[in-house]
């Protein structure tokens, strides 16, 4: 079956090297954000969030900035692995969080070259 | 997939005819969701249950019914299918505003073809 992945942008990087997948989201509203990492015919699954009064929160190899002044969300992977290799998107609340619904974007590819 | 299980995980259907996607967990979470995913789309939200008996329309809610009746269980239905509908199905969990937990998680899919 078609892919999630076609018709995404892609970002290709070298195994090793560090990674970084850019979001841009819509309300000024918003509170809350999430990154999720869909590999090939699984479900999405959670890797980080973030509330907006953080600008930075670190995983374990991964860590979220936020930067509410242009809305723009980022995911940066440190020393990118074969098994990075997935779509990322990213998600924000709807309404500030009134409706416990979140907003997802299309999502970016990423593919890990060893 | 966070106790949550989704049946069947492949379907072919005709169109015309109805069909019943479950979505099961065990984390007796308040809220559930059922979404479609489709290329150059997203995840689009078709609709939501904020608890027993309790559910509200999403963004693409047309040809599409849901019911809870039980706080594990989450039935989307689409009572006359049409081609349109061909696409991958996930339910998703998530505690609630409530919690501060607004995460949600997601099942492994259902893919679905109408023929």
């Known amino acids: 079956g078609e892919s999630v992945g076609l018709h995404l942008p892609t970002l290709s990087v070298q195994e090793g090297d560090n990674s970084i997948i850019n979001c841009a989201y819509s309300?000024?509203?918003?509170?809350?954000f999430i990154w999720y990492k869909q590999e090939s015919g699984k479900g999405p699954q959670f890797i980080i969030d973030i509330r907006s009064n953080m600008d930075k929160r670190q995983g374990q190899r991964v860590t979220v900035l936020l930067n509410k002044t242009v809305k723009h969300l980022s995911l940066q992977i440190a020393a990118t692995q074969p098994g990075d290799s997935a779509v990322y998107f990213c998600a924000e609340n709807e309404y500030g969080g009134a409706t416990n619904k979140l907003i997802f974007g299309t999502g970016t590819l990423l593919a890990v070259q060893p | 997939d966070a106790g949550i299980t989704q049946s069947p995980r492949h379907k072919v259907t005709e169109t015309g005819t109805p069909v019943t996607l479950r979505c099961h967990q065990t984390?007796?979470?308040?809220?559930m969701y059922w979404y479609r995913q489709d290329p150059g789309h997203g995840l689009r939200l078709i609709h939501y249950s904020y608890g027993v008996k309790d559910t509200d329309k999403g963004e693409v809610s047309d040809g599409y019914s849901v019911s809870r009746s039980k706080t594990e269980d989450f039935l989307l239905t689409l009572e006359s299918a049409t081609s349109s509908q061909t696409s991958v199905y996930f339910c998703?969990?998530?505690?609630?505003?409530?919690?501060?937990?607004?995460?949600?998680?997601f099942g492994p899919g259902t893919r679905l073809t109408v023929t």
């Open positions: 998703a969990i998530s505690e609630g505003a409530g919690t501060g937990a607004y995460e949600q998680y």
């Open positions: 984390e007796n979470h308040r809220y």
């Open positions: 309300n000024s509203a918003s509170d809350y």
